[in-house]
C-alpha cells in the first residue's frame, strides 16, 4: 500500500538505483526519510481506522459526544437531491473528547468532522456536547464524520485570546463590509483569512485566474508582516536580535488572529524558512533549513504529506528561495530597473516551480495564472500592511479602521478586476497525475531554454 504500489514502484526503485550510484549518502538519507514518513502515515492511519468508534460507523445509532473546535465553522451551500433542496450544513474539524453510547462512555481524543444544520457562530476553541450519527468519510484526516441531531449544546467557550482574535476579527468583517463589493470581501480574506464576505462566483474567478491563494491567509502575508515590522523596528532598535525576537513574537500573535490551521502554520513554518536564510545571508543553509522545515511539519502532522496546499506551500518558498535571484537576472537583461526586476521575480520564480503540481492536481493550466500574478503583485503589500494596522485599531478605533480598510479599495478592485479579466480566458486541458507533472517540468525546461538562447543572441 502507499508507496509500495506497483506505479510509485516503477519511479522509486529506478530513482533509488540511480541515487545510490550517483552518491550513496544522499540515497541513504533519502530512503530513511521515506521509510520514516511511510511508517508515520501507517501508524497514524492505522490508529484512525481502528479506533473504538469504528465499530459504529454507518450504523445510525445515537452517540453523544463532548468536543473542542478545531477549526472555525463554516456554511456549506444547499444540495438538490432529487428535486429537494437540502438546506446548508455547518461543518468544522473537532477534536473528541468523551464518546457516550448507550451507558457506555469512552474518553478518547480523535479527531472528527462534525456536520450540523444548526447555523452556529462558536469560536475555535469552544467545547460543546452534540448528539449524532457517525459515517464513514473518505477524508483521511479524521476518524469519522459525526452528524449531529438537534441542537448541540456549548459547554464552554473560547479561551481569552481565541474570545479576543474573534473579536478582531469580527470588528474588521463588518467595516470590510462596509466598503462593498468583492472589494470588500477580498480585504478581510487576504489580511486575516476570513472569506465569510466572499461569493462563491468571486471565489471560482480567482480560482481560474490562479489567484485563489489571495482569498486566504498565505505565506506571502507572513513574509510581508514579517519584512514590515523588521523595517519599522530598525528605527527603534539598532541591534538584529531584539528585533528578530519582537518580530517573532508579533507573528505569533498574528498566528493566533488568522487562526492556527495547518495551511497558517505551515506558511509560519516556510516563511520562517526564508527570514531564517534571508538574516544569515547564507546560502548554503537555504535548502537545509527548508527540508528541516517539511521534516517538522510532516513528523507533527503526517496527512500534510498528502495535502495539495502543503505541496504548493514548498514548491513556492523553494521556487523563491532558489529561483528568485536567477529569474531576476535574466529578467534584467531585458528591463533595466532591478527593483522591479526583483519585484517581479518573486510571484515569477514562486509561480513557475508551482506548475507541475498545479497541472498534476487539477489537469489544467490557465495560461493567464503568471501574468495574473504579476500584475496584482503591486497591490498586495498595501493591502496586507494597512490591512493588518486597519485590524487592530478597528476594535479601539472603529471609524479610523473603516477609513485605513476603505482606503485599500481601489487595490482590492484592482485584484478583482484582474480576476474577472483572467477567468475569461479558457483554460488549456492536460492530464492528471504524474503525466501532467511532467508536462509542467517539460514546459518550465524548454521556457528556462529559449530565454537564456534569446539571451545570447541578443548579447552577440
Not at 432529487?82 to 478518547?108: C, D, H, M, Q, R
Not at 496584482?376 to 479610523?400: K, R
Request: proline share 5%; with cysteine.
Amino acid at each position: 500500500m502507499g508507496l509500495m504500489s506497483h506505479q510509485y514502484l516503477v519511479v522509486i526503485i529506478p530513482i533509488g538505483a540511480w541515487l545510490i550510484g550517483w552518491h550513496k549518502s544522499v540515497a541513504l538519507l533519502l530512503i530513511t526519510a521515506l521509510c520514516a514518513g511511510g511508517a508515520l502515515m501507517a501508524i497514524r492511519q492505522r490508529a484512525l481506522s481502528e479506533s473504538f468508534l469504528s465499530r459504529y460507523l454507518d450504523q445510525k445509532g445515537s452517540i453523544t459526544m463532548v468536543a473542542s473546535l478545531r477549526s472555525d465553522l463554516v456554511l456549506g451551500q444547499p444540495k438538490n437531491e432529487g428535486g429537494y433542496i437540502k438546506p446548508a450544513s455547518t461543518t468544522a474539524l473537532v477534536s473528541g473528547i468523551s464518546f457516550t453510547i448507550g451507558n457506555l462512555t469512552e474518553s478518547a481524543h480523535l479527531p472528527l468532522r462534525l456536520t450540523t444544520s444548526e447555523q452556529v457562530h462558536w469560536l475555535p476553541g469552544s467545547v460543546v456536547r452534540c448528539t449524532g450519527v457517525v459515517y464513514s468519510t473518505a477524508e483521511k484526516r479524521v476518524a469519522a464524520l459525526f452528524a449531529a441531531r438537534g441542537q448541540c449544546v456549548l459547554i464552554h467557550g473560547a479561551s481569552s485570546v481565541g474570545r479576543l482574535a474573534g473579536a478582531i476579527r469580527s470588528d474588521f468583517r463588518h467595516v470590510s463590509s462596509r466598503v462593498g463589493g468583492d472589494s470588500g470581501a477580498l480585504i478581510p480574506g487576504l489580511v486575516l483569512g476570513d472569506t465569510s464576505l466572499e461569493r462563491h462566483e468571486f471565489i471560482q474567478e480567482m480560482l481560474s485566474a490562479g489567484l485563489t491563494h489571495l482569498t486566504a491567509v498565505s505565506g506571502e502575508n507572513f513574509a510581508i508582516i514579517a519584512a514590515f515590522m523588521m523595517w519599522l523596528l530598525q528605527w527603534f532598535i539598532r541591534q538584529l536580535r531584539p528585533r528578530l525576537i519582537i518580530n517573532a513574537a508579533v507573528l505569533i500573535g498574528f498566528i493566533f488572529l488568522v487562526r492556527p490551521s495547518p495551511s497558517v502554520l505551515r506558511a509560519t513554518v516556510m516563511v520562517a524558512v526564508m527570514l531564517i536564510a534571508q538574516f544569515r545571508g547564507s546560502k548554503s543553509s537555504v535548502l537545509p533549513a527548508l527540508g528541516l522545515a517539511i521534516a517538522l511539519l510532516i513528523f507533527l502532522d503526517p496527512f500534510e504529506a498528502t495535502d495539495p496546499g502543503f505541496a504548493l506551500s514548498v514548491a513556492a518558498t523553494a521556487g523563491i528561495l532558489l529561483g528568485q535571484k536567477p529569474v531576476a537576472s535574466s529578467l534584467n537583461r531585458f528591463i533595466r530597473s532591478q527593483k522591479l526586476c526583483e519585484l517581479l521575480a518573486i510571484p515569477l520564480a514562486a509561480n513557475l516551480l508551482c506548475v507541475p503540481v498545479t497541472i498534476a492536481l487539477s489537469g489544467q493550466f490557465s495560461v493567464m495564472s503568471i501574468p495574473s500574478n504579476i500584475f496584482v503583485e503591486p497591490a498586495i503589500a498595501p493591502i496586507t500592511i494597512i490591512g493588518f494596522i486597519a485590524a487592530l485599531i478597528t476594535p479601539v478605533l472603529p471609524t479610523v479602521g473603516y477609513l485605513l480598510a476603505l482606503s485599500q479599495k481601489y487595490f482590492a478592485g484592482w485584484i478583482c478586476l484582474v480576476a474577472h479579466v483572467s477567468s475569461l480566458v479558457p483554460v488549456i486541458p492536460l492530464p492528471r497525475g504524474w503525466a501532467g507533472a511532467g508536462v509542467g517540468i517539460s514546459a518550465i525546461a524548454i521556457g528556462w531554454l529559449l530565454l537564456r538562447g534569446a539571451s545570447a543572441l541578443r548579447l552577440r
